[in-house]
């Protein structure tokens, strides 16, 4: 891949980390606002339990993207941004345009969701 389509993986790489890192920060602060213990209505508590659970939820999600895209980054610098993990062969560039933190090309992606 050549030096130009690598600095423009890393400008979308390191924006997409900026918006998972403050959606995630803003999700945990959400759910920590929100005190099942201080509020003395059943109904209200009802409520705030599993929005609690659905914002934590999200800010593991968040987590683990943000590890991949820190991860892609890491290649990048390394080097070895764009080839499969398993294979080692280039992943096909519109596959890395969807999604630029990926780590499968299409058909060693098959084969691991395939073994699970």
Known sequence: MDRRS???FKKILQT???QFQQSGGQALQEGRG???SESKDEGDRAVISPTK???FRQNAQ????LH???SALARIED???GHCFNCEQEININRLKAIPWVRFCVPCQELT???R
Do not use: C, H, P, Y
């Open 53 to 55: 659970d659905m914002l």
């Open 16 to 18: 997409k980390l900026q």
């Open 68 to 70: 991949a895209i820190g």
């Open 34 to 36: 929100l005190q099942t």
């Open 6 to 8: 690598l600095e423009q």
């Open 62 to 65: 968040n987590t683990v993207m």
């Open 79 to 81: 080097g070895s941004f």
């Open 113 to 115: 969701q395939e073994r």
